[in-house]
């Protein structure tokens, strides 16, 4: 299911002009646009986070109630499909592009809960997206998501966004790589998981609930108090706008090879699970 949001232009302006519209989202990174028969597709691919979502222009209008609506305003034949399923984080970077777009080409905005068109205001469409994810998880449950802490989910996916500049910062000297939550239910195992080569020099995330550790010969899956407890004395704390955000680099590297053996005592011993993509966490 999408929230669908559709873009109205007042009476009095100028006629749109889609080729500065277009020329717009060529310029933004992980848009592409796409040219079918009856509509033009600008497709929004993200890498972090694994999930797609667009913006049509349509040959003919899809508003169910345009008759409606009022005669001051002009239906452009634009409009925005979203996913619901995903965490409030996404989409409020999706509506923010909105509201950009809102403001430089003079749009206004139209939901079939509205009872007319009216203007742009992001904590407004970002309720409604709640309000609709809410309704529809009530109704159809989860379909293979999971819940999470909202305050911790949204400092994880400030974390995803920032892997390529703290890889940028480090000068691609220490691993830094992307969450990845994972859920095995006949081991009660449902979190968000990080992967370390051990002795190479990484980064750990915020609120990781479990660590992959891969060596030559083994993987290892250990909870995070436990993998915290026996090497975080080898952590040094960055002190950014995150929370929770160690490394380990440097000599401190060569020195946790001594503690591979108590890793290996609290191996949970799971092979069996399941990983899904980091938009497949929802608030809850």
């Known amino acids: ?118 203007a742009f205001n992001l904590v407004d469409v970002l309720v409604l997206f709640e309000e609709i994810r809410s309704t529809h998880i009530a109704d159809h449950g989860l379909q293979g998501k999971i819940t999470y802490y909202n305050e911790r989910l949204n400092i994880i996916c400030k974390y995803q966004r920032s892997v390529e500049s703290l890889r940028e910062h480090y000068e691609n000297t220490v691993d830094v790589n992307y969450c990845v939550p994972i859920v095995a239910p006949e081991a009660g195992i449902q979190g968000i998981s990080y992967t370390w080569k051990f002795q190479r020099p990484s980064v750990f995330p915020p609120f990781a609930d479990y660590i992959f550790v891969e060596t030559e010969s083994e993987k290892l899956l250990v909870k995070r108090e436990d993998f915290y407890r026996i090497i975080s004395k080898y952590f040094t704390e960055i002190k950014t706008y995150l929370p929770d955000l160690y490394v380990i680099k440097g000599k401190q590297t060569r020195k946790v090879k001594r503690e591979l053996k108590k890793l290996r005592k609290v191996n949970l011993n799971i092979e069996n699970y399941t990983k899904l993509r980091l938009c497949d966490v929802i608030e809850g």
């Open 1 to 118: 299911m999408a929230l669908n949001i559709h873009f109205f232009r007042k009476n009095h302006l100028e006629k749109l002009d889609f080729s500065k519209l277009l020329e717009y989202f060529e310029n933004l990174p992980n848009f592409k646009i796409y040219y079918v028969s009856d509509y033009v597709e600008i497709a929004y691919s993200d890498i972090e986070f694994s999930f797609k979502y667009r913006y049509l222009i349509t040959k003919q209008s899809r508003v169910t109630k345009i008759y409606e609506l009022s005669p001051m305003y002009t239906n452009i034949n634009f409009m925005l499909e979203m996913p619901i399923m995903i965490p409030s984080f996404l989409a409020k970077e999706i509506l923010t592009i909105t509201q950009k777009l809102c403001k430089i080409f003079d749009l206004d905005i139209y939901h079939d809960s509205f009872e007319d068109v009216q």
